[in-house]
Structures are given as C-alpha cells and as structure tokens.
C-alpha cells in the first residue's frame, strides 16, 4: 500500500464517521429525538476519532494520529456499553428509536469496535513510508475535513441549543433555548 491509498483510506475513515455523526444530528432533527448525555458522550468519541482521521488526511498519515483514534474509539465503545447495559435488563425501555433492528447507541458501539479493529490492522500493516507527505491534500480530501469540520459544529450548537449552558437532563423531552 502506498501514500496515496492511505490517505484514501483514512479520508474515507473520516468520510464515514462524519455520516455517522451526521445521521445522528439529522435523526435528533427530523424524529425530534434529543440525544441523552451518553448520547453526547459517544459523539464526543465520534469526534476524537474523526480528529485522527483528520489529522492523518491534512498532515499525514502517523502512529500519533492513529492514537488519537483509538483513544476517541476507546471512550465512545465505553460510553456505548455503559448505555448498553441500562437498556439490556428485560423490561427497560430502549431510548430512542430503533434503526435497523438496533438503538442509536447499539450501533454506536458496533462502529467504535470495528474502528478499533481496522486502526489494529493498518497499525500492524504499518510502513515507514505512510509517513512522508510529498503531495498536497486532494480535493476530496479538503471536501471531506470541510464537511467533517461542519458536521462537528452543526453538533456543537445543538448541543447548546438543547442544553444550554447547564447539565443536560438524564431524559431530555425539549430544547433549552426554545422553552426559555
């Protein structure tokens, strides 16, 4: 594998958790389901890793940047688990609507495995070479961290506008600057 296929990879890395994370904000919109704070937690992992990713597409592709995506992978899986596990015991409500068979935070936790998983094999598969950046970012690759940057902005102030500058609520039914 070369630089260039790399880049691609890791621009499609970013690609798809940038979806990922756009469903999400798309989904709290159009069904109107606000995201609880685990919800937020494991956006917050969606974000480390697509920083990673990011980091990899604009500066090159390094051990460090894959780092940054396990640790990010690493905390959203946690976080998923943890919710997980409330909804496990028969009987518990799920939060949210289902989305193919399984809840928002199922998936979740689906995703931050199988990124630790492919982060594992390119870091076994590692070549010195991936390191050197000789060429300029390609225009898919500026497209892709444009609407990555977007996306993680577009959370941001939804988030402040469902929470404000306060906790959000352990079950939150509507948005804080829109009742105040």
Same mark, same amino acid.
């Given at each position: 594998?070369?630089?260039?296929?790399?880049?691609?990879?890791?621009?499609?890395?970013?690609?798809?958790?940038?979806?990922?994370?756009?469903?999400?904000?798309?989904?709290?919109?159009?069904?109107?389901?606000?995201?609880?704070?685990?919800?937020?937690?494991?956006?917050?992992?969606?974000?480390?890793?697509?920083?990673?990713?990011?980091?990899?597409?604009?500066?090159?592709?390094?051990? #460090?940047?894959?780092?940054?995506?396990?640790?990010?992978?690493?905390?959203?899986?946690?976080?998923?688990?943890?919710?997980?596990?409330?909804?496990?015991?028969?009987?518990?409500?799920?939060?949210?609507?289902?989305?193919?068979?399984?809840?928002?935070?199922?998936?979740?936790?689906?995703?931050?495995?199988?990124?630790?998983?492919?982060?594992?094999?390119?870091?076994?598969?590692?070549?010195?070479?991936?390191?050197?950046?000789?060429? #300029?970012?390609?225009?898919?690759?500026?497209?892709?961290?444009?609407?990555?940057?977007?996306?993680?902005?577009?959370?941001?102030?939804?988030?402040?506008?469902?929470?404000?500058?306060?906790?959000?609520?352990?079950?939150?039914?509507?948005?804080?600057?829109?009742?105040?």
């Amino acid at each position: 594998m070369n630089t260039k296929q790399i880049t691609l990879i890791n621009t499609l890395g970013l690609l798809g958790i940038t979806a990922v994370l756009l469903m999400g904000f798309v989904f709290q919109l159009a069904l109107n389901e606000l995201p609880c704070p685990l919800c937020l937690l494991q956006r917050i992992g969606f974000v480390m890793v697509m920083f990673g990713f990011m980091l990899n597409v604009i500066y090159g592709t390094t051990q #460090r940047h894959y780092g940054i995506v396990l640790v990010g992978a690493l905390f959203g899986a946690a976080t998923s688990l943890r919710q997980v596990s409330l909804h496990v015991i028969p009987g518990t409500p799920g939060y949210g609507s289902p989305f193919l068979g399984m809840h928002y935070y199922t998936w979740a936790f689906v995703i931050f495995v199988a990124t630790i998983v492919a982060v594992a094999v390119l870091l076994m598969m590692w070549n010195e070479e991936w390191r050197q950046r000789n060429d #300029r970012m390609s225009p898919f690759g500026r497209w892709v961290c444009l609407l990555a940057i977007v996306t993680v902005a577009l959370n941001a102030l939804g988030t402040f506008v469902e929470c404000g500058p306060y906790q959000c609520p352990d079950n939150p039914v509507s948005y804080w600057l829109l009742g105040a």
